[in-house]
């Protein structure tokens, strides 16, 4: 169990025509991020993606973070990204069968314990915790703390938080969770502006626990 986790930074859904580069690089100038989950809108067309997507991974491994797609695993490779981050443990089993020991590969969409049991036996790098659903619904913040406290007590794979306000980051950071991952809130505003504040969040709720 960690006292200090780390940021992860997941981005929107990155399409053909997404020019996040400049944004991108102001949030990871902003505080010591770990990996970068690069969200893709995987009905876009391949070229074009993948026209998209090398800059900002370019940039991620740059500031020295590690560049993970979701969305589309036939890009994994191509784009140069570090690994995968998949959806659901099934989508987890093939993406560790394919990528691993390679690439990275991390497991989020976990619903229930068995299903996270199951993605963690899959010799998963980390699980994810508290992203929303195919509705874009975010669970209670409640139930992702309550998972990710049982998950950090009881297992050894590294467990991610997500934080889609800035309200959860110090609660999440509070459980023993190995990452805090920001999510939605950092890019309605200057992102590098709201990661410098989450990491004063996290600081803080460091030096108090």
């Known amino acids: 169990m960690s006292n200090s986790p780390r940021l992860m930074l997941i981005t929107p859904p990155i399409g053909a025509d997404t020019d996040l580069t400049s944004q991108l690089s102001g949030a990871l100038g902003a505080a010591e991020i770990?990996?970068?989950?690069?969200?893709?809108?995987?009905?876009?067309?391949?070229?074009?993606?993948?026209?998209?997507?090398?800059?900002?991974?370019?940039?991620?491994?740059?500031?020295?973070?590690?560049?993970?797609?979701?969305?589309?695993?036939?890009?994994?490779?191509?784009?140069?990204?570090?690994?995968?981050?998949?959806?659901?443990?099934?989508?987890?089993?093939?993406?560790?069968?394919?990528?691993?020991?390679?690439?990275?590969?991390?497991?989020?969409?976990?619903?229930?314990?068995?299903?996270?049991?199951?993605?963690?036996?899959?010799?998963?790098?980390?699980?994810?915790?508290?992203?929303?659903?195919?509705?874009?619904?975010?669970?209670?913040?409640?139930?992702?703390?309550?998972?990710l406290e049982w998950w950090a007590e009881i297992f050894v794979t590294p467990c991610v938080g997500q934080a889609e306000t800035l309200e959860a980051v110090a609660p999440i950071s509070a459980t023993g969770a190995d990452f805090v991952a920001l999510g939605h809130f950092v890019w309605t505003q200057s992102p590098a502006a709201a990661v410098r504040v989450a990491a004063d969040e996290l600081a803080k709720a460091e030096a108090i626990s």
């Not at 370019?58 to 036939?74: H, K, R, S």
């Open 34 to 147: 770990a990996a970068v989950i690069l969200r893709v809108e995987a009905s876009a067309d391949e070229r074009a993606l993948l026209k998209a997507l090398k800059p900002l991974v370019e940039t991620v491994q740059a500031a020295g973070a590690a560049a993970l797609i979701e969305g589309a695993p036939d890009l994994v490779g191509k784009s140069g990204a570090d690994g995968m981050h998949a959806l659901g443990e099934r989508n987890g089993r093939e993406a560790t069968s394919r990528f691993k020991p390679e690439k990275l590969v991390g497991i989020g969409g976990l619903r229930t314990r068995d299903t996270a049991m199951a993605a963690g036996e899959t010799g998963a790098d980390y699980v994810l915790f508290g992203d929303p659903g195919k509705g874009g619904e975010t669970p209670p913040i409640d139930a992702t703390l309550e998972r």
